[in-house]
């Protein structure tokens, strides 16, 4: 449970070999598809947060693991663009 400072700012997820994108990076925004963009939703999981812990990322499939170079390497997440 996120304690009061860090209350909206925390995000963890246990990660295995069927984990998704969506589960790290938040569904696709439905009203975003509808104006013909690719972004996500993402208030509430990874890119969102300021503190996060991933548990055993390694065990991810190639799809996760090449969507968190970015935002492991260089802590950017491009959504949509």
Do not use: H, M, W
């Not at 589960?23 to 009203?31: K, M």
């Not at 993402?42 to 990322?57: C, N, R, S």
């Not at 065990?59 to 802590?75: D, F, P, W, Y």
Request: charged share 20%; glycine share 8%; net charge negative.
């Amino acid at each position: 449970q996120a304690t009061t400072p860090l209350a909206g700012c925390y995000f963890e997820a246990l990660v295995t070999r069927y984990s998704t994108p969506e589960d790290l990076f938040g569904p696709l925004s439905l009203r975003g598809l509808q104006e013909d963009r690719y972004v996500r939703a993402t208030q509430g999981f990874l890119p969102e947060a300021k503190v996060a812990f991933v548990d055993e990322i390694f065990k991810a499939n190639a799809a996760v693991l090449n969507a968190l170079l970015g935002v492991l390497n260089e802590r950017t997440f491009c959504n949509g663009r």
